[in-house]
């Protein structure tokens, strides 16, 4: 009698891919800012997916030493959650990140979190009218894409020759190495922008040696922090009007200096005195006060608020090179002016992928483009917010929304408005998903562009992050807040070409378990 053959258990049946209304990327201010927005609209149906362990994007990642808002916090925070207990003018990393916890438990963000969730691809669907959001968590499908994943997400370091070889240690300010002890070490900062200005004040007391490149000085004025007391914490708790006088105050004083920015840089002579005056005060050694002036005009590149920045690059164990660094020979740093700097560690304060975001490479549009080849030319969208060719992708700080003197709130709010009218009105029509015509988003782009020519940021004589390889301006908004708000207050269907679902959502699509 033959054997009997031992039975193999089935195979799982393949699990269906959750559908989701929309599928939020990233949970810094502009992904917790949609989650809140969302359910205002009354759509619960929606996930954030963070690539980390926790929320608050840029504000998680960079816990560096001194890392500080230079925008003040009244006007750093959401309208929509005025936050009473800010303990400084200008709140620290470990504030803002608390707010941004707070956040996401008062406004009941967290059961849609869904962390180590790497956007590994995006994909749209034409066939189900959606996308296929893949994941390091799983896949998802949804309606539509928030892209929130923000400008100062991947940092930047430089491909130096040489760099793997160094003995020493090495890291991004994005990635700060608390576990390295600095305390007495030779340190090299490479960069003096926004983030070297706040790291090198704060390290300079403790290492041995402190060596900045710096390939471009920066503009630096005062920083008007102070400790906000008890009894303005009392006052905006029990008065909520007081804080919101508060600050609209701020907020008004920042638009009265768009102007010279975006029309009449000849305008920014006077803050430039005042600079020119901070850095005399601080700097005594007239060849370190001259390798530390400036070529270009007052805020054609960022300009920098420290009280001791300025003092700490002059200290005795600081030594600022006057030019970037060009390869790395074992433990031996030369810089491009061919001097050579011994050093035990190195600090890129070097910037991040901006012009170019690493996610735009992952994004699939209709036909299979991606939205990387999409903007080879340079990034573009229209308002900021929307791409042809890539329908219901909703962009949070996208293209051209970036600003030079204000809070980047302000903008995210405004794009938020815009998101939820777009959904709004897809349902009000009938219409599954929308996409700008190319005549759209051409002319709000050349239109756009051509403001840019008379701004600083094209006129002043720099060469800045703002800027892509061609010299385009694809960063900044070259106008006010409130131009952007009102820009962005309501779709025009006029702008947009709507799609009509052709097939179920419950189509049994699937993926392997």
């Known amino acids: 009698m033959a054997a009997r053959t031992k039975q193999q258990p089935p195979e799982p049946a393949p699990q269906p891919a959750p559908h989701v209304r929309v599928a939020v990327v990233g949970s810094g201010f502009g992904g917790l800012g949609a989650g809140v927005r969302l359910r205002r609209a009354g759509i619960t149906d929606f996930v954030i997916l963070e690539r980390a362990g926790a929320v608050g994007g840029t504000w998680r990642d960079n816990s560096y030493p001194g890392c500080a808002c230079d925008v003040p916090s009244h006007l750093y925070s959401f309208s929509f959650a005025p936050n009473p207990e800010w303990p400084r003018s200008f709140s620290g990393q470990p504030d803002i990140r608390a707010y941004l916890e707070k956040v996401a438990d008062v406004f009941g963000l967290r ?192 300009i920098l608020l420290s009280n001791t920045y300025y003092p700490a690059l002059a200290a005795a164990n600081t030594e600022v090179v006057a030019s970037g660094l060009r390869e790395v020979r074992g433990s031996t740093l030369v810089a491009a002016d061919g001097s050579e700097h011994e050093v035990d560690a190195i600090v890129f304060g070097t910037g991040f992928h901006v012009t170019d975001m690493p996610i735009a ?55 938020l408005n815009y998101l939820i009218d777009a959904l709004a009105t897809l349902d009000a029509v009938g219409a599954t998903a929308m996409q700008p015509t190319p005549r759209a988003q051409r002319r709000w782009n050349l239109e756009l562009q051509h403001r840019m020519e008379r701004t600083v940021w094209s006129t002043g004589g720099c060469r800045s992050w703002y800027l892509d390889e061609t010299g385009k301006n694809t960063v900044l908004w070259p106008g006010s807040t409130s131009s952007f708000r009102r820009a962005t207050r309501r779709v025009d269907l006029a702008e947009y070409e709507l799609i009509k679902r052709t097939a179920p959502v419950a189509a049994q699509e699937v993926v392997p378990a």
């Not at 020493?168 to 200005?197: E, I, M, Q």
């Not at 975006?262 to 007239?286: F, I, N, S």
């Not at 699939?364 to 030319?377: E, F, M």
């Not at 219901?392 to 970036?402: D, K, W």
Request: proline share 7%; hydrophobic share 40%; net charge positive.
């Open 111 to 302: 059961p849609h979190l869904r962390f180590h969730a790497e956007v590994t691809e995006l994909r749209w669907e034409a066939e189900h009218t959606r996308w296929r959001v893949t994941t390091a968590a799983g896949t998802w499908t949804a309606d539509a894409v928030v892209c929130a994943a923000g400008p100062l997400a991947d940092p930047q370091i430089p491909d130096l020759p040489g760099l793997d070889a160094f003995p020493g240690k090495v890291f991004h300010s994005s990635r700060w190495d608390h576990d390295y002890d600095l305390a007495g070490k030779r340190v090299a900062v490479v960069g003096t922008g926004a983030s070297a200005a706040q790291i090198i004040p704060a390290i300079q007391p403790e290492v041995g040696k402190l060596t900045v490149f710096q390939r471009t000085p920066a503009w630096v004025l005062p920083r008007r922090d102070r400790e906000i007391t008890a009894a303005e914490k009392w006052l905006h708790a029990a008065l909520p009007p007081t804080g919101a006088l508060r600050r609209g105050t701020l907020f008004a004083l920042r638009e009265l200096q768009v102007d010279a920015f975006v029309r009449r840089p000849g305008a920014l002579k006077l803050v430039q005195k005042l600079a020119e005056t901070h850095l005399a005060r601080a700097v005594h050694d007239p060849a370190l006060r001259a390798r530390l002036t400036p070529g270009y005009r007052i805020g054609c590149k960022r």
């Open 361 to 415: 490479e992952r994004v699939h549009g209709v036909g299979g483009t991606s939205l990387r080849d999409s903007w080879k030319g340079g990034m573009e969208a229209l308002r900021g917010s929307t791409v042809h060719g890539f329908p219901n992708l909703f962009f949070v700080i996208g293209p051209n929304t970036g600003l030079g003197n204000s809070s980047m709130i302000l903008m995210i709010e405004s794009q």
